[in-house]
């Protein structure tokens, strides 16, 4: 079992920036992979990034060279910077992790709101 705690969400401006942070309940070195989703209203859950326990990363098109994922091994955590942000990121943001044992885990989100 895993528990993943979403924070730093919020309301920002277009063209500020936010650093959401996943906290996981155990060592994330025994997690494959952890992402971060988004889920607008009205649409499908997507990916954003995601970045391996070699720390290998991956972004979707739409968020490559804006943001940012990171991990901090003693601190248990995952975070993502968002900069540039634009009124089509506002979403709520999960975060996801695999584990060794091919079980996913879900956090409960975070809402991110880009507006002026």
């Known amino acids: 079992q895993v528990l993943l705690v979403e924070s730093g969400g919020g309301l920002v401006q277009p063209g500020g920036s936010l650093r959401l942070s996943c906290a996981a309940s155990?060592?994330?070195?025994?997690?494959?992979?952890m992402g971060w989703h988004r889920q607008a209203p009205g649409k499908e859950r997507e990916l954003v990034a995601t970045?391996?326990?070699?720390?290998?990363?991956n972004y979707a098109d739409s968020v490559k060279d804006r943001f940012t994922i990171s991990r901090d091994g003693a601190k248990n955590t995952v975070f993502l910077q968002m900069n540039s942000l634009k009124p089509e990121d506002t979403a709520v943001y999960y975060c996801?992790?695999?584990?060794?044992?091919?079980?996913?885990?879900w956090g409960k989100g975070t809402l991110v709101t880009v507006s002026s």
């Open positions: 996801k992790a695999l584990a060794i044992s091919n079980m996913n885990y």
């Open positions: 155990r060592s994330i070195s025994t997690l494959v992979v």
């Open positions: 970045i391996t326990s070699s720390g290998s990363t």
